[in-house]
Structure formats: C-alpha cells, structure tokens
C-alpha cells in the first residue's frame, strides 16, 4: 500500500510538473492581466507616471455620458448584425454545394480558404485601395455610367462602415465554409438514403437531417463570429482609424484610443474593455440557448 500511495504521489507530482508551463503562462498572460485591469477600470491611471488614483465607479458613470462611447457601441453592434447572417448564410451555400463535389474539391476549398489565413493587414491595405476615389471599384462604376461616391467609399460617412463589412464578410466566409464541410461530411450517410427511399427532398433533407445534426457545429461557428465580430479592430485601424467623424469606431478602437493615444484615461479604456466583455458574454449565452432551444 505505501508503494502504491508513493507512486500515486509521484505520478500527481509529475503531472503538475509536466502542466505547470501552462498553468504559468495562464496566470502570468491572461488571469493576472484580466484581474489588473479590473483593478485598474476603477482608478485613474497616470501612464506616464505609472501612478493610480481609486476613483469608484467614475469611469463607468462617465460612458453613460459620452457621446463617443454610445457612437462606437452602435457602430459594433451594426457590424456584428450586419456580418454574421451574411456570413453564416454563405458560409453554408458554399459547404453545401462543396459536399456534394468530387472532382477538385480540395481546389475549391483551397482558394475558399485562402482569404481567411491571409493576413488581415495585407487584405486591409487592398481594399483601402479599391475603395479609394480612383480605385477599380469607382473604375468599374465609372465605365458602367453607374454612381459611385467621388470621394471614395471610405471618406463617405453613410458607406465606410458598410464597405468595411463587405469585406469582412468576405474573408470570414471561408473558415467558416471548412468547418460546416467537415462537419456535413460526417454527418451518416444512411440518414440521407432513408430519406430518398421516403421520396424526400434534397432542401428538405437539408433542414431536416442536415442542419440538426450540425447544430453543435453551427453554435460554434456563430459564438466564435460574434466574439470576433465584437472585438473588430485590425480593419478599423489600418484602414480608417475610426473615421470619418467617428463613423467606423468601434468599442475595441475606442480602448485602444484612450489606452495608447492617451496619457490619463487608461482606466476609462479597461472600463469600457470590461463593457465589451459583459455585452459579448450576454450575446454568447442568448445565442447559445436559442440555438439549442429550435
């Protein structure tokens, strides 16, 4: 019985030993920097000096009063309603008529796919410049004697947050095409060869057999686009740094504006972080519970 015990004790030893570069890098990169600007969302931070002073609930007070706050939650949650049918709708379009091709399917897959591991930044810069006043899309416009905005799609206040969404929707398409593909493709088969001999419908089919049997995947796919979608960041910045006249902010810009653009309002961007985090949360859970509730 000792060696027993003595070899359980090494073994449990041995596995913390073997986790404990894990447990570290969680605690030292995501729990302690989570807790810190918790901290630091009811204080006033001076970067500069690195000096806090406790002011409360002030800094969330004041986003109840600030007119740029209210401006970026709206233009976030426009981005996320206005991104994610569309791209889960595709997204399924495409794995839908990918599963049923043979010849060439990882060809298509592949170039599907692309869009989603290029960088973010490169595919950022192109289309800044295809929605610049003299870019091909006004080009195109031009030659088809139809209207396009003379000051480029980006400076028009009514089409820079739209713009930048097509093009989100775009590059998200393709992960999430791949992942509702692999997930048709396990679905059994033999529940599709009893609905032919019933004389179902392939739409049918695809609401009745396919869908639910895809729906973990599905929820996946739509808590994963909707965190992405409230934290947008890398399309704002690269491409128009939250104009025109704060048309394109998001929350997610407006916490790296007044952390890094600001000396004194550090605290005031991990309050609004903290925002960002409960509304996410909330959205992921409702989504969760419809899901599994249809």
Not at 84 to 90: A, D, E, N, R, W
Not at 93 to 114: D, G, N
Not at 132 to 144: H, V
Request: proline share 4%.
């Amino acid at each position: 019985m000792v060696n027993v015990s003595h070899r359980k004790n090494q073994h449990n030893a041995g596995t913390w030993i073997l986790l404990s570069p894990w447990i570290l890098t969680l605690l030292l990169f995501w729990a302690w920097p989570l807790l810190y600007a918790l901290y630091l969302s009811f204080t006033k931070y001076y970067t500069l000096t690195n000096r806090s002073v406790w002011i409360g609930f002030d800094n969330y007070v004041k986003l109840f009063h600030d007119p740029a706050f209210w401006q970026a939650l709206w233009n976030t949650v426009v981005f996320v309603v206005g991104t994610i049918p569309f791209t889960m709708f595709f997204a399924l379009f495409f794995a839908a008529v990918l599963v049923r091709v043979e010849r060439f399917q990882h060809l298509y897959r592949s170039a599907l796919f692309l869009p989603s591991v290029t960088s973010l930044v490169v595919i950022a810069l192109i289309y800044t410049n295809l929605y610049a006043p003299g870019g091909y899309i006004n080009t195109l416009l031009r030659l088809a004697h139809l209207s396009f905005p003379k000051q480029g799609w980006l400076l028009t206040p009514s089409l820079a947050l739209p713009a930048i969404m097509a093009m989100d929707i775009w590059i998200s398409i393709g992960y999430y095409a791949v992942l509702f593909l692999a997930a048709m493709q396990n679905v059994p088969q033999d529940y599709y060869e009893v609905a032919e001999l019933e004389g179902t419908s392939k739409w049918s089919q695809f609401f009745t057999i396919t869908l639910p049997v895809i729906k973990p995947t599905l929820l996946f796919a739509l808590v994963l686009n909707t965190i992405k979608s409230f934290q947008v960041f890398t399309e704002i910045y690269v491409m128009t740094r939250g104009g025109p006249l704060g048309h394109t902010s998001t929350l997610v810009y407006q916490v790296y504006s007044n952390a890094f653009e600001s000396a004194d309002t550090m605290g005031y961007a991990c309050a609004i972080a903290y925002v960002l985090f409960f509304i996410i949360a909330v959205f992921s859970v409702v989504e969760s519970k419809l899901i599994r509730e249809t």
